[in-house]
């Protein structure tokens, strides 16, 4: 199960769908540091759902992290793999099923048995599929092959944002009546797992200076 539909908790959780928030984003043509006289535009969206990013004991002192729940890219119906399950992009996939069978089979030799001997791994770092409900609304992704109508949605670790309510004192001692869904133990893991691994990867450069 992806959702909780019998011990949901009267508390704010981490992977928690919410309502009643708005997101605001900064938008800057040019940052510098020499004069203050560049040109910004703030860009205010309310989306039906939000989900929640702060790790439980981290809910106070009236900050919270959200990110927007968001519509499914078209590409990911390119992976017949991720069609017939698309929470599959939340978890570390074989080499053979990351990519799309043209992409696999076109692969060099040498490439592909390199990506053999590697271990299964995340796909799409920044993103994490949410199970489709009856919350919400459905929506058409336009492709070439046909278009594709769904109810599921994602999130992109990318769009993380904060907000400051004065009502959010703790879990428990927070606005409960915002909160719709609540994910199952098993699925908060993997979001955590997933989120865990896009922050602490290295980057090659610093592998170098560390080997």
Not at 189 to 202: A, F, G, M, N, Q
């Amino acid at each position: 199960m992806f959702y909780e539909t019998t011990s949901i908790d009267r508390a704010l959780r981490f992977g928690d769908i919410v309502q009643g928030f708005i997101s605001c984003t900064p938008n800057i043509d040019d940052p510098t540091i020499s004069t203050h006289n560049y040109t910004y535009q703030i860009e205010i969206s309310s989306q039906p759902f939000f989900v929640i990013l702060s790790p439980c004991c981290s809910i106070r002192d009236k900050v919270i992290s959200l990110t927007p729940l968001i519509k499914l890219r078209g590409t990911f119906f390119n992976n017949p793999f991720f069609v017939d399950d698309l929470t599959r992009i939340n978890r570390p996939v074989a080499p053979e099923h990351s990519l799309p069978p043209s992409a696999w089979e076109s692969m060099e030799p040498e490439e592909k048995a390199g990506r053999l001997r590697s271990a299964p791994g995340y796909v799409s770092l920044e993103c994490f599929i949410y199970e489709k409900h009856d919350f919400f609304h459905e929506y058409t992704i336009s492709r070439r092959e046909g278009n594709i109508s769904t109810r599921y949605y994602m999130i992109d670790f990318r769009y993380t944002f904060r907000v400051h309510c004065d009502k959010i004192n703790s879990p428990r001692d927070a606005p409960i009546d915002v909160k719709r869904l609540q994910l199952t133990i098993d699925t908060r893991s993997e979001l955590r797992d997933k989120i865990s691994y896009y922050y602490s990867r290295v980057p090659n450069e610093d592998l170098v200076s560390i080997a």
